[in-house]
């Protein structure tokens, strides 16, 4: 046993010593591969010893390590997909010595066919493109590149966009990203583009477009636009967003793509669903004319019967396929994205009575206080259908012509459930007492889309000319139909159920809405570059014209339990209601939220860019817009005031832009343009709705939104995708809108709200952006602080000791605008191992506390408490064209709170609402969305 415990030692320290020999004889290479032209490391290329194993993929930062190589003379071979082949013969590699700076260069592949070059387009899709374009740009821009869009734990263009700097997003009731807030502007002060052409919004109310209608997939990149030049459209303050979707390839490209997931907050309780399929997508009014008596029998049932759907399952499908043909003078693309989402949150809200109260408790007298009228919990189930085409053919007559003809179709139905508890809150009540419980089931059915076809040109009409030009349709529509509530209710005494049989029916309400937006425009742009004093000169000038017309229709019909008695609920079915009143049988089909609009916009700028230095680019000019508006409402002659009105204003806008080229890698930007902000449609007609709160009418009086806007920033692009990003900004904002109070308020009347403008404001900030690969790893930052003040008139109620009566006075409140947040910042971690094929990145957004909901009563005002999401994703290549994914959003559970920054108060003493855990302020709402993972193939050929 002993002589073979000494054998065994024997032959391990022979082995041993034979490792450490071969370990001593074995070095590593080291060294780069980029592109000759742009510096761009060309990540996931292969770089290999000829005939031999040993073989090594490019990192993030362009680096490769071939290690454990013996020493000899070896020739190293370099290969990339759209590039030449390149190799190095005789590197040698001395014993126990590294050979380090064995870099190649590598030149893209160049085909000249009938006189037309064709460059291979293959790294548009990358990081270190973005950072090009991005360093490369004549404006103040924030790209993310459609692989960091296919890594990212997102699959809609909303939630991708809260990853680029300065930017947080505004989400829906089911907790996805609708809206893009950029630089502390809400969302009315943006504007978006596909492909460089403004498309209209399927919103009934505003311009600005719900960013959640496209699946993030079609994207070959996504721009944020922060500083505008003379070429550009005008209406944006905080930024312009352009998806760029994707083109052509060089050769043939099919990507393939299917996933399945779930939400873990269906582990928990079902998902409510319900038949759409019986719903009238028309009312009764349209159907039958305007004077039709609807009974009940008009309205279906079976879409208010709410269903139990366990454990949904979340599926998405894509592809995207292209070639060129014809000698490489036709390029094709062709895109789809399905997808079949089930979201949901569970909700919490206290609503506050509309009018802030004065009163007195244990001889203490307190002024302008919150009370509260109702407590509710909610669940919401909500599943997205998301469907998007789009396809590109561009055609190359000849060197100096070229053509192409985008489409784009995108559609979303959206089907809403809402299973509400209504706890009824007298003054001061915080727990069981008197009063009523009511239950709400509320169905809604969304269907929004957008379709725009763009037709372009290029051609060089000489040397030094060029010309070219876009013809556009689009047309955005929403149809809300038949958005059906019904209320059952009971009652309390001291805690105890008044009702035990059940709930007894009370009113049921049917909403039809629906609205079209369509836009005609005509783009034309002429680049002329001559030589003026030995510089080169680029002169441009141009314009548009876009003819836009709008309709808007809504009823609503109110019907109540029938008969003079309580009726005890059993089931929709079997509930029985009728109308009031005769009239209100009719519904409301003419109102003032019924009109038709139109809008022309004529635009015109002249531009110039040159080097006025061998480092200096100046950039300025002037842009000219002119905007005429015309609206008519369904409401007859001498019902209202404005029942139709004609608006027209004509804005001058200078921008002037400087960058300066430190040195290759470096860049500093000042920028200064002047842009505006047109009010929503819906905002100038003079609409009368019943809000949550509060009423709202609209005010054809309203100006439109004109701003100053300042950029400073310096950036560095180090190597590959590496960036630093560095920057300040100022706006001066002339007539901001905002919600707000008539000037003269009657303290006994309902509070009303109207968009007003409000003065001036101001907006400033800084941000900051890092990325940073070393090796395989690599991270993605950034941060933006803004601030934001504005300044406008609230009610504050209090008692007069005078008169011995409450009295209503108004007061100036200074505050942030609406949705702007004082800190936002996002950090992702990434992992990238090309040898193995595995991608990974954790991500993790803040957003700061910001105002939500601004209240006509002075400090009553709504706060979003700060909210972070972690989100994680990876890719992993299985075989050869395969790679299998995930996507898991909110590892953490996050949930959003609002509060009222005011203690409450009960018998004098600091007390909770519902879903309180302090007593320094008001608990409102709260809504919580659980984790939801993805996991899915992709085809890649």
Same mark, same amino acid.
């Given at each position: 046993m002993r002589t073979n415990n000494k054998l065994i030692f024997k032959s391990f320290l022979s082995i041993l010593f034979a490792a450490i020999v071969n370990m001593a004889s074995a070095q590593t290479i080291r060294g780069k591969v980029t592109d000759a032209v742009t510096g761009e490391?060309? =990540? &996931?290329?292969? =770089? *290999?010893?000829? $005939?031999t194993k040993f073989s090594a993929i490019v990192n993030l930062d362009g680096t490769y390590v071939l290690k454990n190589i013996p020493a000899g003379k070896y020739e190293i071979k370099v290969k990339y997909s759209g590039y030449e082949k390149a190799k190095q013969k005789d590197v040698e590699v001395k014993a126990g010595q590294d050979t380090k700076g064995i870099n190649f260069q590598l030149k893209t592949e160049l085909k000249e066919l009938s006189g037309v070059v064709v460059k291979s387009t293959k790294n548009v899709e990358s990081d270190k493109a973005a950072r090009s374009l991005e360093k490369n740009a004549d404006v103040v821009v924030n790209n993310l590149s459609q692989k960091a869009i296919e890594l990212s734990p997102d699959v809609t263009v909303a939630n991708s966009l809260q990853r680029i700097s300065g930017i947080s997003i505004e989400r829906s009731s089911s907790g996805e990203g609708r809206y893009a807030i950029i630089r502390g502007m809400d969302q009315r002060y943006n504007s978006t583009l596909v492909n460089g052409i403004k498309i209209p919004s399927p919103d009934d109310k505003f311009r600005y477009v719900p960013m959640d209608l496209f699946p993030s997939d079609l994207l070959e990149r996504l721009e944020v636009i922060k500083s505008l030049t003379p070429s550009m459209e005008a209406d944006a303050v905080g930024g312009t967003m352009n998806l760029v979707m994707k083109n052509a390839p060089d050769k043939f490209k099919l990507n393939i793509y299917a996933a399945g997931g779930f939400n873990t907050l269906f582990n928990q309780r079902d998902f409510k669903t319900f038949d759409h399929s019986v719903i009238n997508k028309k009312d009764p009014a349209t159907l039958n004319g305007p004077d039709y008596f609807a009974t009940s029998n008009d309205f279906a049932r079976a879409n208010l019967d709410l269903k139990k759907l366990a454990n949904p399952i979340n599926g998405q499908l894509g592809f995207t396929i292209g070639n060129r043909f014809l000698n490489k003078k036709l390029g094709v693309v062709l895109g789809g994205s399905y997808q079949n989402m089930y979201r949901g949150s569970d909700n919490i809200f206290n609503r506050q009575n509309p009018q802030s109260q004065t009163f007195v408790q244990n001889g203490t007298r307190y002024d302008n206080v919150a009370t509260f009228n109702d407590g509710f919990t909610r669940e919401y189930s909500t599943q997205q259908r998301r469907l998007g085409f789009n396809n590109k053919w561009d055609y190359t007559i000849n060197e100096n012509n070229k053509i192409s003809l985008y489409n784009l179709y995108i559609h979303m139905d959206e089907f809403q459930s809402r299973y509400s508890v209504d706890s009824s809150l007298t003054t001061q009540r915080t727990g069981p007492g008197s009063g009523n419980v009511a239950v709400y089931n509320r169905s809604r059915w969304q269907i929004q889309s957008i379709y725009n076809s763009t037709l372009q040109g290029e051609h060089n009409l000489s040397g030094k000319l060029k010309f070219n030009w876009s013809a556009v349709y689009s047309l955005a529509k929403q149809n809300v139909p038949d958005q059906a509530e019904y209320e059952v209710d009971n009652e =309390? !005494?001291? @805690?105890?159920? %008044? +009702?035990?049989p059940g709930y007894s029916v009370a009113g049921m309400t049917r909403i039809w809405r629906n609205n079209s937006d369509k836009d005609l425009s005509g783009y034309a742009n002429f680049i002329y570059t001559p030589t003026l004093a030995k510089t080169k000169v680029e002169l441009s000038a141009g314009g548009l014209y876009r003819h836009k017309e709008r309709d808007n229709y809504y009823n609503e019909y109110e019907l109540s339990s029938k008969g003079s008695g309580v009726q005890t609920f059993t089931d929709i079915y079997s509930a029985a209601y009728d109308f009031s009143k005769a009239e209100k049988a009719k519904g409301n089909p003419i109102n003032p939220n019924c009109y038709n609009s139109s809008e022309n916009i004529a635009a015109g700028y002249v531009q110039a860019k040159l080097m006025a230095t !061998?480092?200096?680019?100046?950039?300025? &000019?002037v842009r000219v817009e002119n905007t005429d508006q015309h609206y008519t409402t369904a409401i007859p002659p001498g019902s209202i005031d404005d029942i139709y009105g004609h608006i027209w204003y004509t804005d001058v806008l200078p921008s002037l832009?400087? !960058?300066?080229?430190? +040195?290759? !890698? %470096? +860049?500093?930007?000042? *920028?200064?343009?002047? *842009? /505006? *902000?047109?009010p929503g449609f819906f905002e100038i007609t003079p609409y %009368?709705?019943?809000?949550?709160?509060?009423?709202?009418? &609209? +005010?054809? $009086?309203l100006n439109h939104t004109q701003a100053d806007n300042f950029d400073l920033r310096y950036e560095y692009f180090p190597e590959g995708a590496d960036q630093v990003l560095a920057g300040v900004f100022y706006k001066k904002i002339k007539d901001p809108i905002e919600l707000g109070l008539p000037d003269r308020v009657n303290p006994h009347a309902a509070v009303t709200l109207m968009p007003y403008n409000f003065g001036n404001a101001t907006n400033y900030g800084f941000e900051f952006v890092l990325t940073k690969f070393i090796g395989k790893f690599g991270v993605n930052a950034n941060y933006t602080y803004t601030k934001s003040k504005i300044t406008t008139n609230k009610l504050y109620r209090y008692y007069n000791n005078n008169s011995g009566q409450d009295t209503t006075s108004k007061l100036s409140q200074t505050r942030p605008m609406q949705g702007q947040s004082d800190n936002v910042g996002n950090i992702s971690l990434l992992y990238k191992n @090309?040898?193995? &094929?595995?991608? /990974?990145q954790l991500a993790f957004v803040y957003t700061g506390e910001r105002l939500t909901q601004v209240s006509p009563y002075y400090g009553l005002d709504v706060w979003q408490q700060p909210y972070n999401q972690l989100d994680f994703s990876f890719e992993q290549k299985i075989i050869k064209h395969f790679t299998f994914y995930g996507k898991i959003n909110n590892l953490t559970s996050s949930k959003t709170k609002s509060i009222i920054k005011q203690a409450y108060l009960y018998d004098g003493t600091p007390s909770q609402l519902a879903g309180q855990d302090d007593f320094k302020h008001i608990f409102v709402q709260s809504d919580f969305y659980k984790i939801s993972y993805l996991f899915g193939l992709k085809y890649k050929f």
């Open positions: 490391p060309l =990540v &996931g290329a292969t =770089v *290999s010893l000829e $005939d =309390v !005494k001291n @805690g105890i159920v %008044q +009702n035990p !061998k480092k200096l680019q100046v950039l300025g &000019g832009h400087f !960058k300066y080229l430190i +040195n290759n !890698k %470096q +860049n500093l930007r000042a *920028s200064y343009f002047k *842009s /505006i *902000s047109r %009368q709705v019943h809000g949550e709160y509060y009423d709202e009418k &609209g +005010n054809p $009086d @090309g040898k193995i &094929g595995l991608d /990974i």
